[in-house]
């Protein structure tokens, strides 16, 4: 089986901005992985929250001419990533729409129930609480006790961001406890499946996908799903959470419908 893996050209750069690195490289590999699915999908309205410029060059790069008019919204709580970003994306006549906000904060309203696709690379590794939300390159990695303080925050924006058809893309870590991200996405109705996984030296990276599944019932006091009437939708989700045990296993899961 052969893969693909990522290009990149950097173009502009700057000491408080997080250079790409593995997560970087992963998240995007998984999007490359997922090409076909995406160019089926024909997001209309696609946003990447809490990254750098690598993405919004990516994202172009990955539709290409089957962009089909997509628009494209970055957002990043560092100023010195947006102006890194809009460098390197006018290097490479790229367009979006570049917001300097924290967790897409003042989105939610503007663009509720619109968003299509979502990708996003938080602040994942486990540090002290001060240390998250500080200005400069920090805010990019510090997540605060296990790497969850943003994560946690900004699952409930990326809900209420997604269409009724809407796929978010997160990068996440071991420290993180992917398996409880996934089952409170499951308790708001979303599917899930690992796209990538990943490790390296310091550490062990999980690229999930979630989607919406409105044959999924969830029990809302134990996160189990209700098992009647088994429709062909809680199949596929019973199948996505038979392929995240098997993951937690140490099984390589790169299958899946969506």
Known sequence: MSYKTA????VSSHPEVY????????????LLSDRKHLLEHKPVLCMEGLWKWLCYYFFDTLLGDDANGAQFIATDINPHAIT?????????????ELINTNIM????????G????????????????DEVGREGIASAWAGGENGRSVIDKILPVADKLLS????????????????????????????SRIVVQRSTEEESLHIIKFWRD???????????MNSEPVSPGILHSVRSQIQRLLFWGGSDINAGTN
Request: with cysteine; charged share 20%; glycine share 6%.
């Open 164 to 191: 009724e058809r809407g796929w978010l893309y997160m990068v996440t870590l071991t420290a993180n406890n992917p398996s409880q991200i996934c089952r409170q996405m499951m308790k708001k109705g979303y599917a």
């Open 19 to 30: 250079e790409p690195c593995d997560d970087s490289f992963a998240l995007v590999d998984a």
């Open 114 to 129: 619109s968003v299509d696709l979502l990708v996003v690379n938080p602040p994942y590794v486990p540090t002290p609480e």
């Open 105 to 112: 904060s003042g989105l939610e309203s503007r663009l509720a």
């Open 214 to 224: 409105i044959d999924l019932e969830v029990d809302a006091n134990n996160g189990v």
């Open 84 to 96: 890194v970003t809009r460098e390197t994306m006018e290097a490479h006549g790229v367009h979006a």
């Open 7 to 10: 290009q990149i050209r950097l």
